[in-house]
Structures are given as C-alpha cells and as structure tokens.
C-alpha cells in the first residue's frame, strides 16, 4: 500500500489545532492543489476565501455554533459555490448565462467542484502533517456568514476547513462496512441493508464502549435518527433561491 | 514538496483507459480510501456503484452522450447521494426522519459527502498510476441511469467515475490564476475579477495555440460563455424533488 493510500485511510479530522499561522507558501501550495482537482467541462465553479482577520475568524466561530477551531488554527478556508465570475464571463462576451446558472443542474454542479477542491485542499495538507476539520455549521447562520465575507450573488458559502498543526490525536472512526456502501450493478434491498446496518451497529456501539470505558454504547442508526429528527437549516433553500441558484 | 501534493498538482483527466478490469483487492482499496474521507456529522450519506455488467456499461456510456470510457476502462463507479438508509435507520429507531432528509440543507450534505468520497477514490486510484474521468453526462438522462441501475428513492446518481490503466497522457490543463480563486477576508470587486479572468483567458488561449498549431485559441470566458449559453439538463429539478431531495 502507498504512501497515499495509508494517509487517505489514515484521516481523522481534528478539532484541536495550534493558533499558529501557516505561511503564505504553505497556505498558496493548498490552494493550487485544490484547484487541480476535476471540475465540471471545466467551470471552476468554486472561489475559496481565507480568513485571517481575527475578529472575523471570532465572528464565524459564533456563527457556526461556537466552535472554537474555527477561531483557533493554523488557517481557516470557507469553500464556496461559485457562478459569479462566469456572469462576468457572460458580460464580456454578450451572452445571457443566468439561466443556465440558477438551474438546480448547476448547483449539483458547483457544490461539487467545490467539494472536490476542498478535498484536495485536505489531503495537501495532511500530507504536510497538519490536521484538518470540515466546518458545516457555517450553514447555521448562512446569510450572516455570506454578509460577513461581503458575498455577491451567485456564490454560496458551503463549509469551513479549519486546518493547522494538530493538537489532539482523535480515533480514527469506523466507516460503514463495504458491502454496507459499495453495491455491483444493482442497488440492493432493504433486507441487506438491515443486515449491513446492524452489523455496523454493532461496531460503533463497541467503539464508544471502548473509548468511554462503557458510559457509551450508541447504535449508529440512533445517531443518525436522532440528527435527522428536526429539520435543521430551513433556510437553506430561500437563501439558495435568493443567491441565484437552485430557481428551476 | 512531497509525494502526494506532486500527485495532486500533476492530475489530469484521461479519456482513454485500458478495458481490463482492476482486481477485487484493488476496486476494495479504493473503496476504503473513498469512505474515509470526512462527511458532515458521520452521516456517510452516499452510496458508491460499481459497474461490472458489460451490457449495463455500454448503456451507460450511450446515456451519458456515447462516451466511450464510461465502456471502456478498468472500473467504472457511480456515485450517489443516499439518505435511503437514513430512512431505513429511522424505521429501526421509530423516528421520522423524512422532513430533514427532504430538505435543500440535507442535499448538499449528501451531494458534498459524495463528492469528498469520490475525490478520495481519485486521489487513491491516480497514486496507484491509474488514471481517473468524472462522468456528469449521466446526468443527462438521469431517471434512465437511475432506473437502470435499480435505484430507489432517497439515492440519485449524481456522476460516474472511469478508473483504468491509461492509455494516453493529457496535457495539464492550467487552473484560473491563485489570484483569480483565492481572496482573503473580503470577496473582490468586478474589477478585479475582469483583471484575473483576462490574463486567464491569455493563459488559456496560448495552451490551445500550442497544441493545436495555431488552429484553436479559444478564450476560457468564451468557452464557459458558449457552455452556459443554454440550460442543461433541465430535468435536474423535478428529478430531484421526485426522489425525496430539495422539497422544501
């Protein structure tokens, strides 16, 4: 197994990192490894904002429910959809692209450019040894967080990446077996996933057991149901809808 | 710089792979290192295919506008966003979960957690000297691939990904300027993105006039201008909200 391999299943996101900035060199070799991940025919529907104004990076950590690793590490990057630069595109070239842009093909599109940049941003940077955490409770207060970066329309902030020198050493958490996630040619029934999910109950159950010395023991499924209880972030499609994306 | 930012800032995508298939011991590997990549609350919300069935690839690949790779290749993943067995979960745990998975907010949850799982696979395969092509043209007929596939609600095919042996070396295509993608605390002005997309569109254009001997000089804002000019896959929507996703 490669060098790459091992630190891909390596990953454990870290939320205790040192308040030390990276250096521009380090921050940009980051940046330009994002930017060479696949995107779209080529859109590069994404900008990338890095905070480092203190009182900013204060003001975010509020924002996304008072994670203090979003004030405190080495660099915070906040991802962001983005057709906002390809309107411009339009304007110089007189050609009418809203449309296309505020179709929900093309938010599929941008979170996923965005997504596979942020993604390379991670492993640049755990390659480096440092320690990475996705944040998605910027989403909490989206429109404050998108007034704060002074965002226009068409670019949405998705989530943070906090990343810096690692503080704390997390388990590594166990995924859904194979056969739980990965399907040949046909997608199965419900008597298979039954079977992969109790079997993966099981293994979370005893991996908290584990670390709490038996003061946890949570099924994996009651996880899950007990996050997708409540509707969280219902603002999230109005806010889609006045940014220009998500419209038909 | 080390080994692994070498291979991201080196990728490529590659239309021509070998038709042999890659071994079990790989297709696991790249599984694993694919579900080890962060995803929002531990929800893992996505599911990877395989598609081994030779009459199932060659209907893909005429779906997805006659791309021959989708064909011909080691291995040919699709990856799909997958509350399906969130709701499953809930049924084991008597909670209603469906008005939270339903959400716009719970599809880019799973839409990211896919794409940073899919990244993951990519970056694994290509450290493996294996070469990697996203496919969003099963996008185009998306109900046919999701039917084909024996896909129920709850799980969209968002894009493919043809891994193989490669049997051609792309050139790399440059990205947007750092200076383009990447802003500090405040988002730019116009003028500064008219400033960034010109010296791009330069860039652009001397790679075409090079490797076409003069016969092509396309501008990049041309290129995205000419691509947006129409709406694509208008279907995207009603698909969607037809499978549980982006309701309210």
Same mark, same amino acid.
């Given at each position: 197994?490669?060098? !790459?391999?091992?630190?891909?299943?390596?990953?454990?996101?870290?939320?205790?990192?040192?308040?030390?900035?990276?250096?521009?060199?380090?921050?940009?070799? #980051?940046?330009?490894?994002?930017?060479?991940?696949?995107?779209?025919?080529?859109?590069?529907?994404? @900008?990338?904002?890095?905070? !480092?104004?203190?009182?900013?990076?204060? /003001?975010? *950590?509020?924002? *996304?429910?008072?994670?203090?690793?979003?004030?405190?590490?080495?660099?915070?990057?906040?991802?962001?959809?983005?057709?906002?630069?390809?309107?411009? /595109?339009?304007?110089?070239?007189?050609?009418?692209?809203?449309? *296309?842009?505020?179709?929900?093909?093309?938010?599929?599109?941008?979170?996923?450019?965005? /997504? #596979?940049?942020?993604?390379?941003?991670?492993?640049?940077?755990? @390659?480096?040894?440092?320690?990475?955490?996705?944040?998605?409770?910027?989403?909490?207060?989206?429109?404050?967080?998108?007034?704060?970066?002074?965002?226009?329309?068409?670019?949405?902030?998705?989530?943070?990446? /906090?990343?810096?020198?690692?503080?704390?050493?997390?388990?590594?958490?166990?995924?859904?077996?194979?056969?739980?996630?990965?399907?040949?040619?046909?997608?199965?029934? *419900?008597?298979?996933?039954?079977?992969?999910?109790?079997?993966?109950?099981?293994?979370?159950?005893?991996?908290?057991?584990?670390?709490?010395?038996? =003061?946890? =023991?949570?099924?994996? !499924?009651?996880?899950?149901?007990? #996050?997708?209880?409540?509707?969280?972030?219902?603002?999230?499609?109005?806010?889609?809808?006045?940014?220009?994306?998500?419209?038909?």
């Amino acid at each position: 197994m490669n060098e !790459t391999v091992q630190l891909l299943l390596n990953h454990r996101s870290v939320r205790k990192l040192k308040d030390e900035p990276l250096s521009p060199d380090v921050i940009r070799t #980051l940046v330009e490894a994002a930017q060479m991940a696949s995107t779209s025919s080529f859109v590069q529907a994404y @900008s990338i904002m890095g905070i !480092t104004d203190r009182p900013k990076k204060e /003001a975010l *950590a509020k924002l *996304a429910g008072n994670q203090p690793y979003v004030a405190e590490n080495g660099h915070f990057f906040v991802f962001c959809a983005d057709f906002h630069r390809h309107i411009q /595109a339009g304007e110089m070239e007189q050609t009418e692209v809203k449309p *296309a842009v505020e179709s929900a093909e093309k938010m599929i599109v941008a979170v996923t450019d965005a /997504a #596979l940049a942020a993604q390379n941003c991670s492993i640049a940077a755990e @390659s480096m040894g440092l320690g990475i955490c996705y944040i998605g409770g910027l989403r909490n207060n989206i429109a404050e967080v998108s007034n704060l970066l002074q965002l226009p329309n068409y670019v949405i902030p998705l989530f943070g990446l /906090a990343v810096g020198v690692p503080e704390a050493d997390p388990d590594r958490k166990p995924r859904l077996p194979v056969e739980g996630v990965y399907f040949e040619n046909v997608y199965p029934d *419900a008597e298979v996933h039954a079977e992969q999910l109790k079997a993966y109950n099981d293994t979370i159950s005893a991996y908290y057991k584990e670390r709490t010395g038996g =003061s946890r =023991s949570d099924r994996w !499924t009651e996880q899950v149901s007990g #996050l997708l209880k409540d509707v969280k972030r219902p603002h999230m499609k109005q806010f889609l809808e006045d940014k220009g994306y998500n419209r038909h």
